[in-house]
């Protein structure tokens, strides 16, 4: 053989051991989510402060506010991102309280596992305020969330995740309180309204389901259609919820973990389906999502496609001047630019012979300096060709603690019909420095407030 030959094999050999040895490697490589082989274990300063003590603490800011202190608190995670219902939220609690973190990362749960003990170093962090709730963030981010960098320098976990550590507090809908907020809660003997014929998140948006319990009390379960389970049909009949209970603007909500936290329902019939005209609870309900929506920022509403209410419902405001956005402190709503006649039209909604109907919306009035003054009477509301007049509420801004403040109006007894037209009606001589719309919802006999015939106004 000559070497020009020799050469050749001597290539064909190398390069067959070569493409073994990828093969070999590639086969034997671990997967990148596999735990780690040795616990880990955190040897960092001890924890020095409580939930309870931290939000104790900064419960009256207003802006988010940098921790300059040395403060560690030692926590287990109890809802994370697994099932894609929580979005770039870490939810955590100790035995004094509960709190979530804003973090701009997707897949945490591949780390911080439910029933994971962390420590976390909050100096440099922020504390923030989303919904009127604190919350542990990154003041100057997007949406104040932690940088995924500077969260892992801040968050060490100490040994395995146990999720048996997590004892859910059992709750009763008629006895929510403040020390609840963000913490892993048991909910039994409850009813979907729409069990059996709603999927839980159907169209392209985060949507609100209500369940009942046995008094009536109802609470909102909110699931988003990029979760994992969100095609799944509503159970019917009584069952048990576990979840993180939250707190909006005042509004309670439950946020599922996952699917397995849908337990034991019945499949049982209560009488009527979510069609019958006598049931009742939520009958519509709209939040105007959650600030990020695939058609556009600051939509107008013409363009808007991202209701959460779908047809037949529909919405307009001919004026063009109305828009949906966010602001911070404050979630997406309708914004109504001030010295602007504008009226929002929402129609077709479903209430036909429907009783004890209740129509509820929040406003935030956009007065930020010391001594600037309105009233939340600049907004009147139709009904169906009823027009309702706000008693005059003066608001005024005193401190910076009154900026942001979230307005609930309730009329009671509202007309009904076949189908009901809603007007929101804002008059821009009234209006001299703009408003902000929010959580339109219409209760139907169960859900009504008991007020009479009177309006009422609360903060």
Same mark, same amino acid.
């Given at each position: 053989?000559?070497?020009?030959?020799?050469?050749?094999?001597?290539?064909?050999?190398?390069?067959?051991?070569?493409?073994?040895?990828?093969?070999? &490697?590639?086969?034997? %490589?671990?997967?990148?989510?596999?735990?780690?082989?040795?616990?880990?274990?955190?040897?960092?300063?001890?924890?020095?402060?409580?939930?309870?003590?931290?939000?104790?603490?900064?419960?009256?800011?207003? #802006?988010?506010?940098?921790?300059?202190?040395?403060?560690?608190?030692?926590?287990?995670? /109890?809802?994370?991102?697994?099932?894609?219902?929580?979005?770039?939220?870490?939810?955590?609690?100790?035995?004094?309280?509960?709190?979530?973190?804003?973090?701009?990362?997707?897949?945490?749960?591949?780390?911080?596992?439910?029933?994971?003990?962390?420590?976390?170093?909050?100096?440099?962090?922020?504390?923030?305020?989303?919904?009127?709730?604190?919350?542990?963030?990154?003041?100057? &981010?997007?949406?104040?969330?932690?940088?995924?960098?500077?969260?892992?320098?801040?968050? %060490?976990?100490?040994?395995?995740?146990?999720?048996?550590?997590?004892?859910?507090?059992?709750?009763?809908?008629?006895?929510?309180? @403040?020390?609840?907020?963000?913490?892993?809660?048991?909910? %039994?003997?409850?009813?979907?309204?729409?069990?059996?014929?709603?999927?839980?998140?159907?169209?392209?948006? /985060?949507?609100?389901?209500?369940?009942?319990?046995?008094?009536?009390?109802?609470?909102?379960?909110?699931?988003?259609?990029?979760?994992?389970?969100?095609?799944?049909?509503?159970?019917?009949?009584?069952?048990?919820?576990?979840?993180?209970?939250?707190?909006?603007?005042?509004?309670?909500?439950?946020?599922?973990?996952?699917?397995?936290?849908?337990?034991?329902?019945?499949?049982?019939? @209560?009488?009527?389906?979510?069609?019958?005209?006598?049931?009742?609870?939520?009958?519509?309900?709209?939040?105007?999502?959650?600030? &990020?929506?695939?058609?556009?920022?600051?939509?107008?509403?013409?363009?808007?496609?991202?209701?959460?209410?779908? +047809?037949?419902?529909?919405?307009?405001?001919?004026?063009?001047?109305?828009?949906?956005?966010?602001?911070?402190?404050?979630?997406?709503?309708?914004?109504?630019?001030?010295?602007?006649?504008?009226?929002?039209?929402?129609?077709?909604?479903?209430?036909?012979?429907?009783?004890?109907?209740?129509?509820?919306?929040?406003?935030?009035?956009?007065?930020?300096?010391?001594?600037?003054?309105?009233?939340?009477?600049?907004?009147?509301?139709?009904?169906?060709?009823?027009?309702?007049?706000?008693?005059?509420?003066?608001?005024?801004?005193?401190?910076?603690?009154?900026?942001?403040?979230?307005?609930?109006?309730?009329?009671?007894?509202?007309?009904?019909? +076949?189908?009901?037209?809603?007007?929101?009606?804002?008059?821009?001589? #009234?209006?001299?420095?703009?408003?902000?719309?929010?959580?339109?919802?219409?209760?139907?006999?169960?859900?009504?407030?008991?007020?009479?015939?009177?309006?009422?106004?609360?903060?």
């Amino acid at each position: 053989m000559n070497k020009k030959n020799i050469q050749a094999v001597y290539t064909s050999m190398l390069s067959v051991i070569c493409i073994g040895l990828i093969l070999f &490697t590639g086969a034997c %490589k671990r997967d990148p989510e596999a735990p780690l082989l040795t616990q880990p274990i955190y040897d960092g300063p001890n924890a020095n402060t409580t939930i309870a003590a931290l939000k104790e603490k900064y419960a009256n800011i207003t #802006d988010p506010k940098v921790i300059d202190e040395d403060l560690i608190i030692k926590a287990l995670v /109890t809802g994370n991102d697994i099932s894609g219902n929580i979005y770039k939220q870490l939810y955590i609690q100790d035995e004094t309280a509960a709190i979530n973190l804003g973090v701009d990362q997707n897949s945490m749960y591949t780390t911080f596992r439910a029933g994971q003990e962390v420590y976390i170093n909050l100096k440099g962090l922020s504390m923030v305020k989303y919904g009127s709730e604190l919350q542990i963030g990154f003041s100057g &981010t997007n949406a104040n969330r932690i940088a995924w960098e500077i969260f892992k320098e801040h968050t %060490k976990v100490n040994g395995w995740p146990n999720a048996a550590n997590l004892t859910p507090l059992e709750v009763d809908l008629s006895k929510l309180d @403040a020390s609840m907020v963000n913490k892993l809660v048991i909910i %039994k003997n409850v009813r979907f309204n729409n069990g059996g014929v709603n999927a839980f998140a159907g169209g392209t948006a /985060t949507v609100s389901e209500v369940v009942k319990d046995a008094n009536g009390k109802t609470l909102d379960v909110r699931n988003s259609n990029f979760s994992s389970f969100a095609k799944d049909i509503l159970p019917k009949g009584n069952g048990t919820l576990v979840g993180i209970l939250g707190r909006y603007n005042g509004g309670w909500q439950l946020f599922l973990r996952d699917r397995t936290d849908v337990i034991d329902f019945d499949g049982t019939d @209560a009488g009527t389906t979510p069609t019958d005209p006598e049931t009742g609870g939520t009958i519509f309900n709209e939040t105007f999502g959650n600030g &990020t929506y695939p058609s556009g920022n600051r939509p107008k509403i013409a363009d808007f496609t991202d209701f959460d209410m779908k +047809a037949p419902v529909t919405y307009s405001e001919e004026s063009g001047s109305a828009d949906i956005r966010t602001a911070t402190g404050i979630s997406a709503s309708v914004w109504l630019p001030a010295n602007k006649d504008i009226t929002l039209k929402i129609a077709g909604i479903q209430t036909a012979n429907k009783t004890d109907l209740t129509l509820s919306y929040q406003l935030v009035p956009n007065i930020y300096n010391v001594g600037e003054a309105t009233n939340l009477n600049a907004m009147k509301v139709k009904v169906n060709g009823t027009t309702y007049t706000i008693p005059s509420t003066p608001v005024a801004i005193n401190s910076t603690d009154d900026r942001n403040k979230y307005y609930t109006v309730s009329i009671p007894n509202i007309t009904p019909a +076949a189908t009901s037209t809603v007007e929101f009606i804002m008059t821009g001589a #009234d209006n001299a420095f703009g408003f902000r719309l929010d959580n339109i919802k219409i209760v139907s006999a169960t859900g009504g407030n008991g007020s009479g015939n009177t309006i009422i106004v609360t903060k």
